[in-house]
T-cell receptor, first 116, second 113 residues
Framework: AQSVTQLGSHVSVSEGALVLLRCNYSSSVPPYLFWYVQYPNQGLQLLLKYTTGATLVKGINGFEAEFKKSETSFHLTKPSAHMSDAAEYFCAVSAPLNFGNEKLTFGTGTRLTIIP | DAGITQSPRHKVTETGTPVTLRCHQTENHRYMYWYRQDPGHGLRLIHYSYGVKDTDKGEVSDGYSVSRSKTEDFLLTLESATSSQTSVYFC????????????FGPGTRLTVL
């Protein structure tokens, strides 16, 4: 079984400040981890993913995330927030398809507000 | 962007009426999913399909049925809509990647009065 916990349903940061969105996962097999972003009245867009290999993953719009197995974490960061980053962010976990798991499990989301 | 469309994009209906939502893809992907999104719950899987005529239940399948008669179309039916099914519904697809990377449609906002 897999699960995801996103700490903080709402996060506010000032424009230009560091963005840190927290995600912890639980998985009985080596996980695949994803961050999705949802802008108002739109569908979800893949921001970045970790599958295997390098634990620091870079995504679109200057975001990156680091897979830390010892901490079961996959936190999302961006060095300098921009007004256009205001959105809802979802962390998700899956297992390799050869483990028979075709599904993603999502966290409950974190709404990011940027303060001018 | 992945070729996924959902119809209708908005719908208002009354309690007890049947409703069908359509998801159409042009990517020839094997897997298709229906989620509902509600505040405080994130996205919850309703049903998914792993091929034509092959479907399975997700975590919130009660009151919903699905059908997939063609690779490109995945239909979600609310047999008798209730107010608790007021939500935003998203379709997603996943294909040849072994990582189950999913691509999402634009969503359908359903209101049941």
């Amino acid at each position: 079984a897999q699960s995801v916990t996103q700490l903080g349903s709402h996060v506010s940061v000032s424009e230009g400040a560091l963005v840190l969105l927290r995600c912890n996962y639980s998985s009985s097999v080596p996980p695949y981890l994803f961050w999705y972003v949802q802008y108002p009245n739109q569908g979800l867009q893949l921001l970045l993913k970790y599958t295997t290999g390098a634990t620091l993953v870079k995504g679109i719009n200057g975001f990156e995330a680091e897979f830390k197995k010892s901490e079961t974490s996959f936190h999302l960061t961006k060095p300098s927030a921009h007004m256009s980053d205001a959105a809802e962010y979802f962390c998700a976990v899956s297992a390799p398809l050869n483990f028979g798991n075709e599904k993603l499990t999502f966290g409950t989301g974190t709404r990011l507000t940027i303060i001018p | 962007d992945a070729g996924i469309t959902q119809s209708p994009r908005h719908k208002v209906t009354e309690t007890g009426t049947p409703v069908t939502l359509r998801c159409h893809q042009t990517e020839n992907h094997r897997y298709m999913y229906w989620y509902r999104q509600d505040p405080g719950h994130g996205l919850r899987l309703i049903h998914y399909s792993y091929g034509v005529k092959d479907t399975d239940k997700g975590e919130v399948s009660d009151g919903y049925s699905v059908s997939r008669s063609k690779t490109e179309d995945f239909l979600l039916t609310l047999e008798s809509a209730t107010s608790s099914q007021t939500s935003v519904y998203f379709c997603a697809i996943s294909g040849t990647s072994a990582y189950n990377e999913q691509f999402f449609g634009p969503g359908t906002r359903l209101t049941v009065l």
